[in-house]
């Protein structure tokens, strides 16, 4: 769960990926987990656990982003950095982890990944490792679904190097003494 070794352990704060399936949120993750030491909380994961066969209903949903919360207040109370991979379209979807990133007093940094509706589509058709299920019918049904971000993000759009953006993010969290987030 965790890895890197880059940032201390003493560190705690919050890393929210946002992005539509196949949009390269969790290979963001991976490469960015190879310059910090965090916690990788993936939703996809965690709805695997929850359900062996995903529906992605409202109610299972629910359950799923209430164990990443729980995870991610787990993470940040021992002291650690927690990285919430998932798509996180909706603002109160967002919010939800903003609340828990003031509740705590860490620092939370936003990350909106990116990518051409045509590269995702091509993502989504080729065989995939991990943990998600998530398919072009998915994708179609959450496209719609994006809500603007009213916070400070990070854009990342994953067709480029990755190399920019996560210096940029391993930079702010190894500078910044402020919280980053909107007053709950």
């Known amino acids: 769960m965790s890895s890197g070794n880059e940032m ?8 929210i ?11 963001f993750a991976d490469a960015l987990l190879r310059e910090i030491s965090a916690d990788h909380i993936e939703s996809d994961a965690v709805r695997r656990r929850i359900a062996s066969s995903p529906r992605y209903t409202p109610a299972e949903n629910r359950r799923v982003f209430d164990e990443v919360e729980r995870r991610a ?5 021992s002291g650690r950095i927690a990285l919430i991979d998932a ?17 705590s007093r860490v620092r939370v940094l936003a990350v909106r990944v990116i990518a051409p509706d045509p590269d995702i589509r091509r993502r ?4 995939r490792l991990g943990h998600s299920q998530a398919g072009p019918e998915i994708f179609e049904r959450m496209r ?9 993000a990070i854009a990342v759009d994953t ?13 702010l969290l190894k500078e910044s003494n402020q919280w980053i987030h909107p007053a709950p």
Do not use: H, M, W
């Not at 201390?8 to 890393?15: D, E, M, N, V, Y």
């Not at 798509?87 to 509740?103: I, P, Y």
């Open 8 to 15: 201390s352990p003493r560190s705690p704060a919050l890393i």
């Open 17 to 27: 990926l946002s992005g539509l399936p196949g949009s390269g949120k969790t290979t």
């Open 73 to 77: 207040a787990s993470a940040i109370a």
């Open 87 to 103: 798509t996180n379209l909706r603002e109160q979807d967002r919010l939800r982890f903003f609340s828990l990133a003031a509740r």
């Open 124 to 127: 989504l058709q080729a065989p």
């Open 144 to 152: 719609g679904r994006t809500e603007r971000f009213t916070c400070p």
């Open 159 to 171: 067709r480029y190097s990755l190399g920019p953006p996560l210096r940029l993010l391993v930079q």
